[in-house]
């Protein structure tokens, strides 16, 4: 597996290259990779069926200059900046078929994540479909996109985040798992006590992940931008 550490300038670009990653892999047959990045900047991003409307305040966010983007993937809407490591891992289902099971796929790939961090942290519990806990407390949240042969995987990993800021910029949902019970989000996340580079460190050696990627798509990065992740019309269409 090759490994990518690149944050590009702006969360459209960076949400964009996580997709072209996983188009490139299923056109051209490309290795699996291992991506990190971490914006410099805090932004929201709303999973793909998420509602814009149910889930985000956006008079709080336009007045902390906080924008409002959107993924490819599913899962819930979240609110990420610094102190928020995130992790993609674009994978070949046919390697690995039990990969093809969305809720197969979630556990194995989530238990290889738990199995990185018990070196340092013990009572690490998987919730379905996609979330990681300490003591009931979420420090990881993941979602997916599939092609025909290839899956792309990505979440986050909260170590130094500002927690107090998700409750300015989001509301609280309305599907809840059953594990957050009636908690606000304050008390229901976590940072992991540790920092970026033994996070880094770990997924690398837990996926393998020693050569350098060489290049990244880029062109098909700025056309993903252009049309989807700068698209207002794509942001708000829920």
Known sequence: MHFLD??????????????AMLV??????????????????????????????????EV???ADGVPILRRVSGGGTVLQGPGCLNFAVVLDMRGEPALRDIGRSHRIILGKIAGALAPRFS???????????????KFSGNAQRRR????????????DFPLASVARCLREPQRRPDYRASRR??????????????LVARLRETWHAD??????????TAE????????????RRR
């Open 185 to 198: 989000h304050d008390d229901f996340l976590m940072n992991l006590a540790t920092d970026r580079e033994w």
């Open 211 to 220: 050569p350098v990627a060489a290049d990244w798509p880029r062109a098909l």
């Open 123 to 137: 009572g690490i519990e998987f919730h379905p479909p996609n979330d990681l806990s300490i003591a009931c407390r």
């Open 224 to 235: 993903l931008v252009a049309s989807r992740y700068a698209n207002p019309e794509w942001i």
């Open 60 to 62: 709080a966010c336009r």
């Open 148 to 159: 025909r042969d290839w899956l792309l995987h990505h979440g986050t990993l909260l170590y």
């Open 24 to 57: 490139a892999a299923e056109e051209t047959g490309g290795g699996e990779t291992l991506r990190v990045w971490e914006s410099a900047t805090p932004f929201v991003v709303l999973g793909y069926f998420c509602r814009l409307a149910d889930d985000v305040d």
């Open 6 to 19: 690149l944050m590009l300038p702006t969360p459209e670009e960076n949400l964009a290259l996580d997709e």
